[in-house]
């Protein structure tokens, strides 16, 4: 088991850029999110799913946007990049019902300048 | 609203000396509450729970937590602090409104003195 994976590790991008953050769990985990962490502010999510279509939002929804076509994977979109997205990054994933058990992957160093 | 509180951003000891990370919760039921850790440049483990029943609860790397509802405190202790345990902790509680949310503390960097 690989666990959860992320790509990149790091990414710089200008402001007014798109991209996507990937994530992949290979644990047939229903529940999946993202997460922002930022210097003495602990974790804020982003976007959750509790399976396959189904997405909704978390703390601090606005300027991403997520989809789930598939239960290994929930990537997050980046729609037009801000310094204030400047983050590390965190996808975590889990048994249906055990949410608070997450299996979290190594993280994204995000710098937008 | 719930709230999570861990108090002191950066706690520091020697080598071989009591670890007490701190934990303050907020909320109306019976919480779950959990300890996560996370090592440099990695995600977060989960360390330690409590869900229901004994109100002491162990976790890895010698790590326990205790429940204190009268306190609404979960504070992290380790008897004897080891090189290899610093890293930043996290405490959490599962959200009331939501089976799929965590109320996360700000973290705390456990600092080891040789």
């Known amino acids: 088991n690989a666990g959860v994976t992320q790509t990149p590790k790091f990414q710089v991008l200008k402001t007014g850029q798109s991209m996507t953050l990937q994530c992949a769990q290979d644990?047939?985990?229903?529940?999946m999110s993202w997460y922002r962490q930022d210097p003495g502010m602990g974790l804020r999510l982003i976007h959750y799913?509790?399976?396959?279509?189904?997405?909704d939002q978390g703390e601090v929804p606005n300027g991403y946007n997520v989809s789930r076509s598939t239960t290994e994977d929930f990537p997050l979109r980046l729609l037009s990049a801000a310094p204030s997205q400047t983050s590390v990054y965190f996808c975590?994933?889990?048994?249906?019902?055990?949410?608070?058990?997450?299996?979290f992957g190594p993280g994204t160093r995000l710098t937008v300048t | 609203a719930q709230s999570v509180t861990q108090l002191g951003s950066h706690v520091s000891v020697s080598e071989g000396a009591l670890v007490l990370l701190r934990c303050n919760y907020s909320?109306?039921?019976?919480?779950?509450l959990f300890w996560y850790v996370q090592y440099p440049n990695q995600g977060l483990q989960l360390l330690l729970k409590?869900?229901?029943?004994a109100t002491l609860v162990k976790g890895i790397n010698g790590f326990e937590a205790e429940f204190k509802k009268s306190e609404t405190s979960f504070h992290l202790t380790k008897p004897s602090a080891h090189m290899s345990d610093a890293a930043e902790y996290f405490c959490?509680?599962?959200?009331?409104?939501?089976?799929?949310?965590?109320?996360w503390g700000a973290g705390t960097k456990l600092i080891i003195k040789p």
């Open positions: 975590a994933s889990s048994v249906s019902g055990r949410a608070h058990e997450q299996y």
């Open positions: 644990m047939n985990h229903e529940y």
């Open positions: 799913s509790v399976g396959a279509g189904i997405t």
């Open positions: 909320s109306s039921v019976p919480p779950y």
């Open positions: 409590y869900t229901t029943g």
């Open positions: 959490a509680v599962k959200g009331l409104d939501s089976n799929y949310q965590l109320i």
